[in-house]
């Protein structure tokens, strides 16, 4: 039997593109996780379709793993992975449990995106690290939403900002501290940063340089409140920061 990689690849050249940022980058994550089939019908109507060949293979598996989202991803492997895995904390309500680990592999990313890299390297225990498959789909059906909304504006523009070695290195310095960002334990850390991250992949998942210059503002925004944050512990505590933030929640709450 083939295996996942080569048939992915098959899936890739079967509905017309060659990465996902040739395309609508939600109709495709729709496509590869949330549909039942790619194509219900067989294309000849001689036996069966190809996506029933396929799912078995990728559909079917209980978990996904980094090595699949690196298969699935194609050319645009770095904006892909980044909008992707800063998706469960940049929700409005963050899923629990993904910051740190996400994170670490974000900033991994980074750095590679800093020195230049064409292509990311895992080490081979995040590379096959599994994650449930009906966690994955529920956080991408409620991320759906919000990447139309980038999606209705995105298109190549100021493409050095993404494609020029200087602009990747930018790209790259930003997203890599607010990944250590996420990775800090403390309130209100996390989500920020994330959006940031969320928002300057999108960018250059497209080639959209204003969208990235827009995602970098928001983690020029994210630095300065997690250090306003950790200025504060420091001169609180962090049993202070913690009664601050509950009675900011409380006054906010409707």
Do not use: H
Not at 11 to 21: H, L, M, T
Not at 55 to 76: F, M
Not at 131 to 151: A, D, M, N, S, V
């Amino acid at each position: 039997m083939p295996s996942a990689s080569v048939l992915i690849y098959c899936y890739r050249v079967f509905i017309g593109i060659g990465s996902f940022g040739m395309a609508k980058l939600s109709v495709e994550l729709q496509k590869y996780f949330l549909s039942e089939s790619v194509d219900a019908v067989p294309a000849d109507g001689l036996g069966e379709s190809f996506s029933s060949q396929m799912n078995p293979v990728i559909k079917t598996d209980q978990e996904v793993t980094l090595n699949e989202l690196l298969d699935i991803a194609g050319e645009r492997t770095f904006g892909f992975l980044f909008v992707l895995l800063s998706l469960p904390s940049a929700l409005p309500i963050p899923a629990p449990g993904y910051s740190t680990p996400f994170g670490v592999v974000m900033f991994l990313l980074a750095m590679q995106l800093i020195i230049g890299r064409d292509q990311p390297w895992m080490p081979e225990r995040f590379r096959y690290r599994g994650f449930e498959r009906t966690t994955i789909q529920g956080l991408i059906e409620k991320g759906i939403p919000w990447l139309q909304k980038i999606e209705l504006v995105a298109r190549p523009r100021l493409t050095p900002v993404c494609t020029s070695r200087v602009g990747q290195m930018v790209i790259g310095i930003a997203i890599a501290l607010m990944s250590i960002s996420m990775m800090i334990p403390i309130p209100l850390t996390n989500t920020l940063p994330a959006i940031g991250i969320f928002v300057t992949g999108f960018g250059l998942l497209d080639d959209d340089g204003a969208i990235s210059l827009g995602g970098l503002t928001i983690c020029a925004i994210s630095a300065a409140a997690t250090s306003a944050i950790l200025y504060l512990i420091a001169r609180v505590g962090f049993e202070g920061m913690t009664r601050a933030v509950d009675a900011a929640k409380e006054w906010i709450r409707p």
